[in-house]
């Protein structure tokens, strides 16, 4: 049977303490217990860590309690693919099912229940980094730490398309392509699936995520622009930038829209675009290759083909062999 993450796996066990101990590495350490009578498990870990962010496949195969306390500098995103979860966080009880993901406070005791049948895709997102990512998009310090709502529909709406999403990067992961081939695009990836689940769900601060945010000035936005011009090679981020020229990262995201009609992540990669198209002028086939080219500047397959062409009239390999 293929498990989601499945090249990435960790532990395949029968064995209660042993799953405990690889799992307490990978998330923290907590307590496993049969709510049954015990018996072998049928336990399958897959883990995928991006950074920030650590994706994971896990099951049990027995009904079994999990016990981590406070998880302390971490949120768990917790939806089951199959069967059902009880999850208790922050005062809170709320039955977790593939249309629920549970979304925990770090600062409180954590405590599950887990069906035989339940199959978890279960996500770490590191508690600094969301707070941090809450700070670029508000422009300003906040007085109190990012808590959740325990309980998020993702059945429908904006929800149901960003759950959508968390599952297709569990299916890149899969395969290794796409933004994760290679560095130069995870953390903007990263940046984006929490910057999304920040102003999808409750919390204290949504009242002011939900005010439209105006653009930065056009003198602060050419100063982006220069920036990803001149050195396309860094990691740039949204938030990164936005931090760096002291605006919020909505303000330089609506800046984007009004003046180039396109996003941060869509003039990155049109800049980079063209300094793969470059590197290609200039090389020869006996110095280098298209997929050296394009890795280099983190384009991706098919993507890189076809944005080539629409911009250059030609194939990557057509331009390297003139």
Known sequence: MEYPLGRHNFLRSNNLEEMQDVLGRIM????????DKPEPLDAVINSF?????????VQYGVPIAVDPGATGDFYALQIPLYGNALVRSG????????????????EAPLYMELERS?????????????NRVLRDLTGGLLPWKLRFDLGLDVSAGRQCQWFTEVVNLVRRADVGGG????PMWVPQLEESMVARLIQLHAHRYSELLATPAMPASQRVFGQVVDKIEAMPEQLHTEGSLASEFDVSSR??????????ETSLFGKLWHV???????????????????PAVAERWGLWEPLFTQRYGENYGETPEQTLRR
């Open 251 to 260: 303000s330089l995201r609506s800046a984007f829209q009004r003046y180039l």
């Open 91 to 106: 005062g809170k009880t709320i039955i977790s099912t593939p249309e629920i993901m549970a979304v925990t406070d770090p």
């Open 179 to 182: 933004m994760l081939k290679g």
């Open 28 to 35: 923290c350490p907590h307590r496993l217990s049969y709510l």
């Open 272 to 290: 980079r675009l063209h300094r793969a198209h470059l590197d290609l002028l200039w090389a020869t086939p006996e110095e280098t290759t298209v």
């Open 49 to 57: 860590d991006l950074g920030n962010l650590v994706l994971n496949y």
């Open 118 to 130: 339940t199959k978890l895709l279960l996500v770490r997102a590191d508690w600094d980094f969301a």
